[in-house]
């Protein structure tokens, strides 16, 4: 993973994008943004912490300093499983989870998304046949995925997929809702 | 009292094991699960790293169609087995009544379609239902075959019990122990049983997530856990579709079964191992723990 930010990379005044900050708070998630005491309880909990380029507690210092591009380019936010560590501990009742969610979209949306590693693209790829079907199928999704990132991972993965068919877990009937149609118009309407 | 049930997509793929046992023995306690009509998938962390209103309107369909298909005027309990499935749909019950920018949006959406949400559904990890509303004393009132002795490891995973639930510890959650525990087994005491095991980083990111579930593995290992219990497909999948990843990168660690709550209730039911899915497994589970199971035959501890 990439190196941690330190002195060498110190930013200039112009980097900074102070309106960042009041954006990301009002997105679900932001909601006690500048309640954060930086005490690091949220890194400390975090499991993926020690493979993530900024811990959660640097990412909220740099949204509230509006150093946009440096969080929304972050492994960080694509490397959070959504345990919930760091949003239970949190003394200052921050939604460190769900802010998570909200910084994924803006890089989605800004097309800043590190290209680096496949979850971007899984996240696409996942909501694309959601739209499509109102069901995912776990062997397509993941086949979707290799293909669109690395399709070498699917030679790798072959033997587990044979297994799973063995054991009678796995099949590639793509199951739908009643009307797919219904259900998009519904996505649409709140888009 | 009636029970709707969402299984989610992975309960009907990977984790076909969990609702073959899960119904099993649901319908050994009287407590029937009634699947819900034409749900939907729930969105998972996956459809929120794309779009909010989107995300919350695609959960919030499955709350609409609970409360239409309840016979009930009040609370519709809806039972949900997955862990990332029960943290999504609760997840919207929050933001539906946290966030009025989001239900604004939402359920007039839901509205158009002839889909009402009236804040009326308690989602229900099948573990709070067995818990709070069958009790362990029913529980153990089915054991046919006691399965004393037997050392078992509670995995609990993060989405069971946070952020949102409130019928267990966020850390130290009990109720699958206790559930255990009124079989007969012993489960063992460790303090990762809420541990991340990666989630729907596995199939992505190996490395990182093959090393989460060897930290959580070995522990139960070396507590003399003889089954790792889970109560998530995805949880359940990562811990044991990982082992011979693990085992290459570390040769002294020795495999360990992984296995539903309900398929080891299922076993104390003296249920046929078939109609618990074992045979899907990739690591069996001790022959001590089958031998026998559903004849009538007695538990044995190896
Ligand atoms: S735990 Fe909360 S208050 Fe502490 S650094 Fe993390 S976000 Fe800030
Ligand atoms: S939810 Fe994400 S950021 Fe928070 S502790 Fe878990 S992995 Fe870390
Ligand atoms: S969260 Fe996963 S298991 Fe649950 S419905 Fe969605 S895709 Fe299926
Ligand atoms: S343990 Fe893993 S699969 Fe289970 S709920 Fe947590 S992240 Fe999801």
Request: charged share 25%.
């Amino acid at each position: 993973m990439t190196e941690r930010l330190n002195r060498h990379d110190a930013r200039r005044q112009a980097d900074f994008d102070l309106n960042f900050g009041k954006e990301v708070a009002e997105a679900p998630g932001g909601e006690n943004l500048y309640e954060c005491i930086q005490c690091g309880a949220c890194s400390g909990a975090c499991p993926m912490s020690a493979y993530m380029d900024h811990t959660p507690r640097e990412i909220i210092g740099m949204i509230r300093s509006g150093m946009k591009e440096d969080v929304l380019r972050s492994e960080t936010v694509w490397l959070c499983a959504s345990c919930y560590s760091c949003t239970v501990i949190c003394p200052r009742q921050i939604k460190i989870t769900d802010l998570m969610y909200s910084l994924r979209q803006r890089a989605l949306k800004d097309n800043t998304y590190p290209k680096r590693i496949p979850l971007p693209v899984m996240a696409r790829d996942f909501y694309k046949m959601v739209h499509r079907h109102g069901r995912t199928n776990e062997g397509r999704l993941m086949t979707n995925v290799y293909l669109h990132t690395n399709p070498f991972d699917l030679i790798r993965q072959t033997p587990l997929a044979l297994k799973l068919w063995r054991h009678g877990r796995m099949h590639l009937r793509q199951e739908s809702v009643e009307k797919p149609s219904e259900l998009r118009d519904l996505m649409q309407s709140v888009k | 009292m009636d029970y709707l049930y969402y299984p989610g997509c992975s309960i009907k793929e990977s984790g076909i094991a969990y609702e073959e046992s899960l119904t099993a023995i649901m319908d050994v306690l009287n407590t029937p699960l009634q699947e819900l009509e034409d749900w939907n998938c729930c969105g998972a962390t996956t459809c929120i790293s794309v779009e909010s209103d989107e995300a919350i309107a695609l959960a919030s369909r499955n709350l609409a169609l609970a409360e239409k298909q309840s016979n009930s005027k009040g609370t519709v309990d809806l039972v949900t087995p997955c862990n990332a499935c029960y943290l999504t749909l609760m997840r919207a019950t929050h933001y539906l009544s946290e966030r009025q920018d989001i239900a604004g949006k939402v359920l007039p959406a839901l509205d158009k379609q002839g889909l009402h949400c009236d804040n009326r559904v308690r989602i229900r990890h099948p573990l709070d239902v067995l818990v709070n509303d069958v009790g362990v004393k029913a529980i153990s009132d089915h054991v046919r075959r006691k399965l004393t002795g037997l050392k078992v490891a509670c995995y609990y995973g993060c989405q069971m019990v946070r952020p949102y639930a409130t019928f267990d510890d966020p850390h130290r959650p009990t109720s699958m122990d206790q559930v255990m525990k009124a079989l007969g087994a012993q489960t063992i005491d460790w303090s990762l049983k809420t541990k991340c095991c990666g989630a729907a980083l596995g199939s992505l990111l190996p490395d990182i997530v093959e090393q989460l579930c060897h930290d959580i593995l070995r522990e139960a290992e070396k507590r003399g856990a003889e089954v790792v219990v889970t109560g998530c497909p995805l949880c359940h999948f990562n811990l044991e579709s990982n082992q011979s990843a693990i085992r290459k990168r570390h040769p002294d660690f020795k495999t360990i079964p992984v296995a539903y709550f309900s398929q080891i209730m299922g076993l104390g039911f003296d249920l046929p191992p078939k109609k618990l899915g074992i045979q899907r497994l990739f690591i069996p589970l001790p022959a001590s723990l089958t031998a026998g199971a559903g004849k009538g035959g007695e538990y044995v501890t190896a």
